[in-house]
């Protein structure tokens, strides 16, 4: 049986059941921005527990309302329906910003989008219970498909009537089986069932099942078996989060080797109200929507893990949806999928007026706070030659990519976010607190939910394909995917039309295209596909797309599955062959999923780490730039 999807987000708060350590508790009190104190539910013993290790206890009873908005992935609902969701998602966030509205407020905002004020507090406990906007789409009206309302004598007579007469070799006719129920229902004093709705459970019967029962086992293994491979104003934390790209400073060696590669491309999201980095991303690739959506996606989940896998010491206590995300002009920053799943999660994707630089200062700001500390480290090009001269950056190079990111992170969460902010009069980390908690004056928003399940929400931002199910499995860009879970699916149609095959969501990492996520409609989850041939190697969509580059220059024009990877052979073949000559088979290298070496801690050498904040001098971009007034958030 599928399991009901959990809620997108869910709220630390007083009263909440939710698991930790497959144990069951009761929050009482809120501690801190990252932790409570919970009540055992079985022993009564009080604890304190992380919020981010917290998962919410959905109850047994729960309505079907209450999953309904995420039965479906959000690009599958129709323009008219997610306009709709739009319009009353507005419409409540006017009191979702609002903690203090009174009946008044929610009058006055009914009658400005014309819906009763019962509506509106309807639409409002449908978002708060689901924690997503999809939860807002319409419903069609009327029963649902599949829906039976028949006595369950009547339903067990036909299933037993077709089980027996139209389910065997004898291939009985639809009428057949319509006259024998009519016969039984007479004998067993039942009444009879509409010869309509006989005929309509015949037609819900699997085919593949019902061929094979029918004695055509031929027809069904030819048309459905698989064919198996071998293998605004910011005044409070999260109202608006400033987002941008910046290429490094430094240049950094590959993992194997430790020989010159190039320089890093940094991705930086700051919130603007405490100035804390809510997310961030790192890579050798050129700025993209992928960067965007990973950086989005690591904002917005818990960061407990990302640290220890790292290893760094120290809290970073950042998490949840931002109301609206401000950023250049660049195409990156444009797409379906990232504008989409932004909505989903109710974040407003902002665009920066041309020529306006003071929209984006305070992440460049950053970036400069940034860079002043990235020309401490070896390898550093520095801002301009001039600064350069007499260091030679490239044999100075001694950080792989892995050790240079633990260096970001560690001056993130152990300097930057602890040090006193010249604006600010503070330390962002403790703005950030008293945003979330409040004090004697003024009160604080409140902890923000936490994802509830991390990985669907990753997810959402990855790049999509709609693709049939064939007997080969899934083919996205000539390579073949395939897994069990796919067999239900196999050559079926489009519900709305029969004559048209049916086609289905799938989600795909750009950095490893060794599985696909398929999204079952009736699981309502996605699950990973891998290849067909299982002992193909795996690859980055990159290497893909620079193979069928290569394929096409060179003439030819059926490209296949075997030829690509042929091709992939032979280009990592020249790359491990040079790696030690060129500096660009060697970022070429580290594009190679297989390839990456993740060490369980980086090796950085002592005098490289990142000093105290208190031993830090003070920043020297820290100059005042103009306020961020400009942006609103809706209230």
């Known amino acids: 049986m599928p399991n009901v999807l959990p809620k997108a987000f869910f709220s630390a708060e007083p009263g909440q059941i939710v698991r930790s350590a497959n144990r069951v508790y009761r929050i009482t009190h809120l501690v801190s921005i990252d932790s409570v104190f919970a009540v055992d539910v079985q022993t009564d013993e009080s604890v304190r527990l992380r919020i981010d290790t917290l998962t919410p206890v959905d109850k047994e009873e729960a309505s079907v309302d209450q999953v309904a908005g995420k039965d479906r992935d959000l690009l599958l609902y129709s323009e008219k329906d997610w306009q709709e969701a739009q319009r009353r998602f507005q419409a409540i966030k006017l009191l979702l910003d609002n903690p203090l509205r009174t009946r008044a407020d929610a009058d006055l905002v009914a009658q400005q989008f014309d819906v009763h004020t019962a509506t509106l507090y309807k639409w409002l406990k449908l978002y708060q219970e689901a924690g997503h906007v999809s939860a807002l789409v319409p419903t069609k009206r009327g029963r649902r498909t599949g829906t039976k309302m028949l006595q369950g004598e009547q339903e067990k007579l036909i299933a037993t009537v077709i089980d027996d007469e139209f389910l065997t070799k004898q291939r009985m006719r639809p009428q057949d089986v319509i006259d024998e129920v009519m016969r039984r229902a007479r004998l067993s004093k039942i009444d009879a069932p509409h010869p309509n709705t006989i005929r309509q459970r015949i037609k819900m019967l699997p085919v593949a099942e019902t061929l094979r029962r029918r004695g055509h086992r031929e027809i069904a293994r030819n048309k459905y ?18 987002i941008d790209h910046t290429p490094a400073d430094i240049i950094l060696v590959d993992d194997v080797h430790r020989q010159p590669i190039g320089r890093p491309w940094l991705t930086f999201a700051i919130d603007v109200y405490s100035r804390m980095i809510v997310g961030m991303h790192i890579t050798f690739e050129k700025p993209s929507s992928t960067s965007v959506a990973m950086c989005i996606s690591h904002a917005i989940c818990p960061k407990r893990e990302y640290l220890a896998e790292l290893g760094v010491s120290g809290e970073w206590p950042v998490w949840g949806t931002m109301s609206a995300i401000h950023s250049d002009n660049a195409k990156e920053f444009r797409g379906i999928v990232l504008e989409r799943a932004c909505k989903e999660y109710g974040i407003d994707l902002q665009w920066r007026p041309v020529l306006r630089p003071h929209y984006g200062g305070h992440i460049e700001r950053y970036m400069g706070t940034m860079a002043n500390q990235i020309r401490k480290w070896p390898g550093a090009t520095f801002s301009n030659p001039g600064q350069r001269k007499g260091y030679d950056s490239e044999g100075e190079s001694a950080l792989t990519l892995r050790e240079f990111e633990y260096l970001v992170v560690e001056f993130i969460v152990n300097v930057y976010h602890q040090r006193n902010h010249s604006e600010l009069g503070m330390a962002p980390r403790k703005k950030w ?7 004697a004056t003024k009160p604080g928003v409140g902890i923000p939910p936490v994802p509830g399940d991390a990985a669907r929400l990753r997810l959402d931002f990855m790049p999509f394909y709609e693709r049939s199910v064939q007997q080969y ?10 897994d069990p879970v796919l067999d239900p699916y196999i050559n079926s149609t489009d519900p709305e039309n029969s004559r048209m095959r049916r086609s289905f969501l799938v989600r795909r990492d750009p950095r490893d295209i060794s599985k696909v996520y398929f999204f079952d409609p009736v699981a309502k989850s996605y699950y990973p596909i891998p290849y067909r041939d299982m002992g193909h190697p795996a690859m980055s969509a990159w290497e893909l797309k620079e193979v069928q580059r290569k394929l096409k220059e060179q003439g030819r024009s059926n490209i296949d599955e075997h030829a690509i990877f042929d091709a992939l052979g032979r280009m990592r073949n020249v790359v491990e062959q040079s790696v030690q000559r060129t500096k660009a088979a060697r970022r070429q290298a580290t594009r190679t999923p297989a390839k990456v070496v993740v060490k369980e801690k980086p090796l950085i050498i002592a005098d490289l780490r990142v000093q105290p904040a208190s031993t830090i001098e003070d920043d020297p971009f820290a100059q005042p730039i103009e306020p961020f007034d400009d942006v609103a958030v809706s209230r």
């Open 225 to 242: 078996d698989p064919i198996r491979g071998e293998f605004p104003g910011a005044d409070f934390p999260l109202a608006v989060v400033q």
């Open 433 to 439: 607190e008293l945003g979330i908690l409040g004090d």
């Open 473 to 482: 499995g899934i083919q996205i860009e000539c390579i073949n995917y395939y």
